[in-house]
């Protein structure tokens, strides 16, 4: 939550005006990795379901290896093509946020996988 507190301060700060379509769909990530969360989370009172954990786990872990790439693709596109130091600098801050954020879900999915391996 403090990663997304942060990207949204930071469009705020940076005066955004226009998003970027690779932002929102990053974003789109995040909120998919928070409901796969959302679904663990129910799934854990009874450990029975595992099975059915694990396959949110895996979703989360590729829903952020998705954002890994948007990210690297996006960032690389930034230094090549943009020539206003004030959009890299703007943009790369809250890819930055956009991606810590999704590897914070991807952290909660593989504390939690311990958790359930140890019970399994």
């Known amino acids: 939550m ?3 507190d942060e990207t949204a301060h930071r469009f705020h700060v940076y005066n955004i005006t226009k998003i970027k ?7 789109q990530l995040i909120l998919d990795a928070l409901n796969h969360l959302i679904e663990i989370i ?3 009172p009874n450990m029975r379901s595992t099975d059915q954990m694990m396959k949110h786990i895996i979703e989360v872990n590729r829903l952020e290896n998705l954002g890994d790439k948007i990210y690297r693709e996006e960032l690389t596109r930034l230094f090549r093509d943009e020539s ?3 959009e890299v600098i703007r ?3 809250i890819y930055s ?9 991807e952290h909660v999915a593989n504390v ?3 958790v359930v391996l140890k019970h399994a």
């Open 2 to 4: 403090d990663e997304l």
């Open 21 to 27: 379509p690779e932002a929102v769909q990053v974003s």
């Open 42 to 44: 129910r799934l854990m």
């Open 84 to 86: 206003d130091a004030v």
């Open 91 to 93: 943009w790369n801050g």
């Open 97 to 105: 946020r956009l991606e810590q954020a999704l590897d914070a879900c």
């Open 112 to 114: 939690i996988e311990g």
